[in-house]
């Protein structure tokens, strides 16, 4: 499984948006830029990605990324991750 078997990133950029209360988020658009982007979205994007896409991400990973798009990446990876092994 990966971020885009399960959805697309404009998906993911669309609930991003509806966590952040806006119209749009772009996967280019810079996390810091948004002026909604503060602690209690980071709770809520953590909430999200765990119920939607079955990952648990720790706040402190979110500050690595820059953009959406990095956002998106980073629970690609974890779902890589946290795969199940397949002999």
């Known amino acids: 499984l990966n971020i885009r078997s399960n959805m697309n990133i404009h998906e993911f950029c669309q609930r991003l948006a509806e966590i952040l209360d806006i119209d749009q988020v772009k996967p280019e658009d810079t996390l810091e830029g948004f002026e909604q982007w503060d602690s209690l979205a980071v709770l809520s994007v953590l909430a999200m990605v765990d119920s939607k896409y079955n990952v648990t991400i720790a706040a402190k990973d979110i500050r690595g990324a ?4 990095d956002l998106a990446r980073l629970v690609e990876a974890k779902q890589t991750e946290t795969k199940p092994a397949t002999a």
Request: proline content about 0%.
């Open 66 to 69: 820059v953009t959406a798009g």
